[in-house]
């Protein structure tokens, strides 16, 4: 799951956000607006890896 999360993140900011122009591409949008509309998605996968890379209990409590 560790590894998981920025390459999702990675998957949809710029400059290389693959998923965007997938999307963008595949439902006539341009690319802007689809970025737009992934900012709430790309602000929680920052949380996520920051609450996973400096709360180290947090994200190991269930192996104990």
Known sequence: F????????A?????????V???AGKYNLSVGSVF???????????IGILIITFLEPL???LLK
């Open 2 to 9: 560790v590894p998981a999360v920025p390459l999702l993140s």
């Open 11 to 19: 998957y949809f900011t710029p400059p290389f956000g693959t998923g």
């Open 21 to 23: 122009f997938l999307m």
């Open 36 to 46: 737009k509309k992934c900012i709430p998605f790309i602000v929680s996968a920052i």
């Open 59 to 61: 994200s190991t409590i």
